[in-house]
């Protein structure tokens, strides 16, 4: 038995599925999971010894690798001044101050620990703020675990959600729309359906949460504009794009300016922060400020904002991350493709920025049903063959891989080599 094989069958025994977030426990691939002692740079160690080339990097927060010295002096010199004071400190102001320069919609904004909490905090604004009850979002986006989002679409457009998890209440589901991606007749139906009734429509402007799904030229513009003409908050949660598809997020890329947006993962630099942020007037809503209630004890946390600030000064001073990232990331995801074409497979891969996803289907992938019609027991035998030469790429096919600036050209190689073999392997195809 392994050492990681050990500590899951004891994990099993003491924490639900022994892990504390579903996808760690691999069982979209089967097998299990495997623990791991520490990181550097692009490279992965796991409890038995092993190494991993990491194309996760903790879901997206490691952009810049892992222990990357930058982050880790901040954190030490923070370190010795105690870990919590329940207070405000200093470094919440700059970290204020550099997410409302980065983020261009971002005017006023507050500290959290997760992006389940800014996303859970920005939708109860949201309805302060307007009034109205109702939430609209996209099928296949994730919003965090929050009650309202954890929601299954109905048959139609125009039908109310029911509860995707046990727990969840009837009286909360029918608060939550859900309309497929990239569908704006189906938004203009919900809109008509129910007539000044929706405080926000929360999306995730690129996908990460359905594999890598791009949002259709003129999306995001438009939902712009119907939420501007029918009075409701356009929320972006960039929970997952934020920092990481360009400084300011998708909102800069995309040149969409949402009402109120989700921040989280980068933010921290590996330690639990979130944020939500934006017009000042929607951010007045919360309290002390306002009548809207949110609060945290840990909340702006020093060693966060330590870490959280060490990293996004670095990306804030050093542009040219994102020409890298998108270099790197280009050559990963056309090398995909082309392999994959010239195994026989006309597999999707889709890609902005650092993000990308190979999806095992030959029809392009632009909401969650197109997403759906990946071939997932291939899938699961592919993510075994990487791993087992050393890449360590996110266990669900419906997860888009993070690039971070540690890849280099010669790790590249590498997992190109290992793509060709892993596919190959995975439909029994020799090379
Ligand atoms: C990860 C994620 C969340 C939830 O953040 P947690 O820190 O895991 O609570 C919310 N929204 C999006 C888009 C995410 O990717």
């Not at 939500?276 to 209630?293: C, E, F, L, S, T």
């Not at 990306?315 to 392999?339: C, F, K, M, S, W």
């Not at 075994?384 to 993070?402: K, N, T, V």
Request: glycine share 10%; hydrophobic share 45%; proline share 6%.
């Amino acid at each position: 038995m392994t050492t990681s094989e050990n500590l899951f069958a004891r994990a099993q025994e003491l924490i639900p599925g022994g892990v504390n977030s579903p996808v760690r426990a691999f069982r979209a691939v089967g097998g299990a999971p495997i623990f791991m002692q520490s990181a550097e740079g692009a490279w992965l160690t796991d409890v038995d010894g092993n190494k991993y080339v990491d194309f996760i990097n903790s879901w997206g927060p490691m952009i810049l690798g892992h222990a990357p010295a930058v982050v880790l002096d901040a954190v030490r010199e923070a370190l010795p001044h105690s870990l919590s004071y329940g207070a405000p400190t200093r470094r919440e102001v700059e970290l204020a101050e550099l997410l409302i320069e980065m983020v261009p919609s971002v005017e006023k904004v507050r500290l959290v620990n997760s992006g389940t909490e800014a996303t859970m905090s920005a939708i109860r604004v949201a309805r302060g703020y307007t009034g109205r009850d109702k939430i609209l979002k996209f099928e296949g986006c994730y919003h965090g675990h929050g009650d309202s989002f954890l929601i299954a679409a109905g048959s139609g457009a125009l039908t109310l959600g029911a509860p995707d998890s046990p727990g969840v209440t009837e009286g909360v589901a029918k608060d939550t729309l859900t309309v497929p991606y990239n569908d704006i007749p189906a938004v203009k139906a919900a809109i008509a359906a129910n007539p000044e009734q929706i405080a926000t429509i929360i999306i995730e402007p690129v996908v990460g949460n359905m594999g890598l799904v791009v949002p259709a030229p003129g999306f995001l513009a438009e939902l712009r504009a119907l939420c501007t003409e029918h009075g409701i908050v356009l929320l972006f949660d960039e929970v997952m794009t934020g920092f990481r598809l360009a400084p300011g997020g998708a909102q800069q890329l995309f040149g969409v300016t949402p009402d109120l947006t989700t921040l989280g993962k980068i933010i921290g630099g590996g330690l639990p922060v979130g944020a939500y942020g934006g017009r000042a007037d929607i951010m007045n809503q919360v309290a002390p400020a306002g009548k809207v209630y949110q609060a945290g004890t840990l909340s702006g946390n020093p060693l966060a904002t330590a870490a959280g600030l060490a990293q996004l000064r670095y990306l804030h001073e050093h542009p040219e991350v994102y020409e890298q990232l998108e270099a790197t990331t280009a050559r990963l995801a056309d090398g995909t493709r082309q392999i994959a074409q010239e195994l026989g497979l006309n597999y999707t891969v889709n890609r902005v920025g650092s993000m990308f996803s190979l999806f095992f289907t030959a029809e392009p992938v632009n909401n969650l049903e197109d997403a759906k019609k990946a071939d997932l027991p291939a899938f699961g035998r592919y993510f075994h063959a990487m791993l087992s030469r050393g890449i360590y790429l996110a266990p669900s096919q419906f997860e888009a891989l993070f690039i971070s600036t540690s890849i280099t050209d010669e790790l590249v190689e590498k997992y190109l080599g290992a793509c060709r073999e892993s596919l190959a392997e995975a439909h029994g195809l020799s090379l």
